[in-house]
């Protein structure tokens, strides 16, 4: 499989682990029951450390992510700045490449932006979940590399196609009107769409039931295919059938079969052309393939339109048709499952979750992370509208109902010397603690017994003996004290441990000191 390699790789491609990791700070809930967080989450923050934040509870969870990165176009005229000498990625390229940034190519400040990205959302992505990446044709090449690389060559599904533009646009030098844009799209497979059972009708009672006519040209000349070029006479009116120029689809045997089902439908003329009885209990599934092509009668002239009747002013120039990333997210879920998106612009994903759980009674949840400052102001404002209703007269568009809690990257969980930063809630750090332990979800309501039992899991007791005011130690008053739980093994974290060796061998306890042995990721 090739490789891409670019000014600065060396310095991104593990850079997701150094990210520090942040704790979320909730600043409001809309439309949610009183003192309760709603599952929807709107994200105000570097995308990355954002992302960070939510492996804790959302690694390997997420079923469909839709990104719609900068297109590094170097057009610096949008309100989301489609370029990559925005101020804060030329800052972080400065952190985190350091003067070698100042060196690069655009393409090269690009892959460096989405490299670590791109890292930590295949993290978030479930096994079967599938990953949409809108891009155009400046660095679709170089895209399709490194996801090949991150996400695996064998998990490449296809790179969708969208026609965005209605009209040809006549300002190129090259006289080319480039009136398409793509989709990359990685994963195990696509839902598919339901096939279209109005075509199949039984109008000669076939005790078979419902059926199409299909074709039979086969699609191979004599000199490729010489067993598919014969003659096809009708058994009962003697009708010779001369063969097509491309022959037929099946040979002599599998022909004779299909006459004596009687499945072949014979014209009453020798210049017309046999055709099968595709019978609807023919195929397997339900569904056919989807198309490459998507997005049909879909431009971007539609987001834009949408996105001024929302808010009656112009706010964004180019987003996505709504409809458009309705189609993405029904080929990629059911109707119960979590879609991210990290680039999330005026919140057309969310739009599109809302309007879909409308439309089918779904129960799908979005997580938005925006980095710009319009996150609350037009991202969140996006949603509450649509959530609520917008326009008046007949112009109005009911609410689709819903909720979301909204919240920006709060304090780092460590301080700049390695040590747990008190700064941040117990709660969080117990949370942080749970999930590098046992990489699932803690629920403080249901598994904690006392101040330091986190839970138990595969009959492993996790205990986190942790005071902000002073050092705690693993002794044997701690552990007739505080190690309760019945169980077959036992983690504990403590500032010290003063237990012999052959006693932690005995109780099959496992210290951890705080913070060095907490991990990293």
């Not at 996105?307 to 993405?328: A, H, R």
């Not at 990290?342 to 994903?349: C, D, N």
Request: with cysteine; net charge negative.
């Amino acid at each position: 499989m090739p490789t891409l390699h670019w000014i600065g790789k060396e310095k991104v491609i593990n850079h997701h682990q150094e990210v520090p990791y942040r704790v979320l700070d909730k600043k409001y809930d809309f439309n949610t029951e009183e003192a309760k967080a709603s599952d929807n989450k709107i994200i105000h923050g570097d995308n990355l450390e954002a992302l960070k934040s939510l492996l804790p509870e959302y690694e390997g969870r997420i079923n469909c992510i839709y990104i719609d990165p900068p297109y590094n176009t170097g057009n610096e005229n949008w309100v989301y700045n489609d370029n990559v000498s925005h101020p804060k990625i030329k800052k972080w390229l400065g952190d985190v490449v350091g003067k070698e940034g100042e060196d690069l190519s655009r393409h090269d400040k690009w892959l460096c932006m989405m490299y670590p990205r791109l890292k930590i959302l295949h993290k978030l992505l479930n096994t079967y979940g599938v990953i949409f990446i809108s891009i155009d044709e400046i660095e679709v090449n170089y895209l399709k590399i490194i996801c090949d690389e991150i996400f695996g060559y064998n998990r490449f599904i296809g790179q969708l196609v969208w026609k965005s533009r209605q009209n040809k646009d006549n300002r190129n030098i090259s006289r080319l009107s480039n009136d398409h844009e793509y989709v990359l799209c990685y994963g195990n497979q696509l839902n598919g769409v339901k096939r279209n059972e109005d075509v199949f009708s039984n109008p000669d009672n076939d005790k078979r039931g419902k059926w199409v006519s299909a074709n039979m040209v086969g699609l191979a000349d004599e000199k490729a295919r010489p067993n598919l070029h014969y003659d096809l006479i009708d058994p009962e009116t003697k009708i010779n059938y001369r063969r097509p120029k491309m022959g037929w689809r099946y040979d002599r045997n599998t022909m004779s079969k299909l006459i004596l089902q009687k499945r072949i439908i014979w014209p009453s003329s020798p210049t017309g052309r046999p055709r099968k009885k595709q019978f609807i209990t023919d195929y397997l599934e339900s569904v056919t393939g989807y198309s490459s092509l998507i997005g049909d009668g879909l431009y971007t002239r539609d987001g834009t339109k949408l996105l001024n009747e929302i808010f009656e002013q112009k706010i964004f120039d180019f987003p996505k048709p709504t409809e458009l990333i309705s189609e993405l997210i029904e080929q990629a879920t059911s109707k119960n499952e979590i879609i991210l998106d990290s680039f999330a612009g005026s919140g057309t994903t969310a739009h599109a979750v809302l309007n879909l759980n409308k439309s089918d009674g779904g129960n799908r949840k979005f997580i938005l992370i925006e980095m710009e400052d319009y996150a609350d102001s037009i991202t969140a404002e996006r949603v509450k509208r649509v959530i609520q209703g917008y326009g008046e007269g007949n112009k109005a568009v009911p609410g689709t109902g819903g909720d979301f809690s909204y919240y920006e990257l709060g304090a780092k969980l460590f301080d700049e010397e390695g040590n747990l930063n008190e700064a941040v809630s117990l709660k969080e750090i117990q949370s942080y603690i749970w999930y590098s332990e046992t990489r699932t979800k803690w629920n403080p309501d249901s598994q904690v017994t006392d101040s330091y039992h986190l839970g138990t899991l595969e009959d492993t007791a996790y205990y986190f003996i942790y005071e902000k005011e002073e050092l705690t130690t693993l002794d044997f008053e701690t552990i007739t004290q505080w190690i309760t739980q019945p169980a077959a093994q036992y983690i504990v974290y403590s500032d010290n441990c003063l237990l012999p060796e052959a006693m932690m061998q005995q109780h099959k306890i496992i210290f951890k000191k705080i913070p060095r042995d907490i991990t990293r990721f």
